[in-house]
């Protein structure tokens, strides 16, 4: 299999790919190999959702509030580099990852849906 990199044509409109799955099932590993392949930019949205949970979490504010999550989300300063996520000038990079911010990610999903735009699918 080869390595080819697809060169961006600078008229051409972005492109955006979106991958979904559960849990562990490989989304990030797959999403920066194509990125990489397509010579596209990668943006690790779970990384922001989780981003938004720590500042919720730092706040003492409860994580299935959705109406105060999204208020939250409109307000903090949250920047996303290759390998690292700051929020409000704190590198949470390791906290999202860690057991309190899955925890919050986890019961906030539930209270609001995988979107966070309403209840959950059964």
């Given at each position: 299999?080869?390595e080819?990199?697809?060169?961006?044509?600078?008229?051409?409109?972005?492109?955006?790919?979106?991958?979904?799955?559960?849990?562990?099932?490989?989304?990030?590993?797959?999403?920066?190999?194509?990125?990489?392949?397509?010579?596209?930019?990668?943006?690790?949205?779970?990384?922001m959702?989780?981003?938004?949970?720590?500042?919720?979490?730092?706040?003492?504010?409860?994580?299935?509030?959705?109406?105060?999550?999204?208020?939250?989300?409109?307000d903090?300063?949250?920047?996303?580099?290759?390998?690292?996520?700051?929020?409000?000038?704190?590198?949470?990079?390791?906290?999202?990852?860690?057991?309190?911010v899955?925890?919050?990610?986890?019961?906030?999903?539930?209270?609001?849906?995988?979107?966070?735009?309403?209840?959950p699918?059964?």
């Open positions: 299999m080869s080819d990199v697809v060169e961006p044509s600078p008229t051409a409109p972005p492109k955006v790919i979106a991958i979904d799955g559960p849990a562990g099932s490989g989304k990030s590993t797959v999403g920066k190999a194509l990125a990489r392949r397509l010579g596209l930019e990668y943006l690790d949205t779970g990384a959702y989780r981003g938004v949970t720590f500042a919720v979490l730092r706040r003492g504010l409860d994580p299935a509030d959705a109406d105060t999550g999204a208020s939250l989300a409109r903090i300063d949250i920047e996303v580099g290759s390998d690292t996520l700051v929020v409000d000038g704190v590198d949470a990079t390791v906290d999202i990852r860690g057991p309190e899955t925890r919050g990610e986890h019961r906030g999903r539930q209270r609001r849906g995988p979107l966070g735009d309403g209840p699918s059964t």
